[in-house]
């Protein structure tokens, strides 16, 4: 059974760093590429960045870029978020997610929808 | 970067009800398009992928067509247990943005 458990949420200071971790099993890490979406409170769905298999390639929305750091080690099974700089719009649920396709092998983040989610962990950024 | 909407942002049926909610992209993106389900409190789940795939254990009273910029996501026959929020996402190149979301109750 594909597993993804997020870890290293909580509560952190405006200005301050946060680094999630997500740590994926029931499946080979290293072909599939991976992405996290948060949800602030009350609030829809927002995609924050994705990497490839490899670890080569790295995407982040606007909102997040120069900020945030994705990364995995596949040799842990395990995806990253490094966050600095944060602010209050950065209050949110965060969720690992795998990117799925029709092969066996779903290495590029492009073209590669996401499935499945893992739990989520919620980061809140305050004084 | 290509906008996605959706329309309604939220609406209201009856059981047994057929239920559409559309999905636009500002620019063609061909049909790299999921949609999403999220109950309230709980995980999103993917429903369909590549526009009109059902996802493997979804109800077949879900529905996606569309291609380009236009996609809809249609509910058969409506079930209390529908209720739900529903978010199209475009994944065909960076930012994979969402839709803005529908929430979708029973009247």
């Known amino acids: 059974e594909v597993q993804l458990v997020e870890s290293g949420g909580g509560l952190v200071q405006p200005g301050g760093s946060l680094r999630l971790s997500c740590a994926a099993s029931?499946?080979?890490?290293?072909?599939?590429?991976m992405s996290w979406v948060r949800q602030a409170p009350g609030k829809g769905l927002e995609w924050v960045s994705a990497?490839?298999?490899?670890?080569?390639?790295?995407y982040y929305a606007d909102s997040v870029k120069g900020r945030f750091t994705i990364s995995r080690d596949n040799s842990k099974n395990t995806l990253y978020l490094q966050m600095n700089s944060l602010t209050a719009e950065d209050t949110a649920v965060y969720y690992c997610?795998?990117?799925?396709?029709?092969?066996?092998?779903?290495?590029?983040?492009?073209?590669?929808?996401?499935?499945?989610w893992g739990q989520g962990t919620l980061v809140t950024v305050s004084s | 970067d290509i906008q996605m909407t959706q329309s309604p942002s939220s609406l209201s049926a009856s059981v047994g009800d057929r239920v559409t909610i559309t999905c636009r992209a500002s620019q063609g993106i061909s049909n790299y398009l999921a949609w999403y389900q999220q109950k309230t409190g709980k995980v999103p789940k993917l429903l369909i992928y590549a526009a009109s795939t059902l996802q493997s254990g979804v109800p077949s009273r879900f529905s996606g067509s569309g291609s380009g910029t236009d996609f809809t996501l249609t509910i058969s026959s409506l079930q209390p247990e529908d209720v739900a929020s529903y978010y199209c996402?475009?994944?065909?190149?960076?930012?994979?943005?969402f839709g803005p979301g529908t929430k979708v109750d029973i009247k």
């Open positions: 996402q475009k994944y065909d190149s960076a930012p994979f943005t």
């Open positions: 990497i490839s298999g490899s670890g080569g390639s790295t």
């Open positions: 029931g499946f080979t890490l290293s072909t599939y590429a």
């Open positions: 997610a795998r990117l799925s396709c029709s092969s066996s092998s779903c290495q590029s983040p492009p073209r590669n929808w996401i499935d499945p």
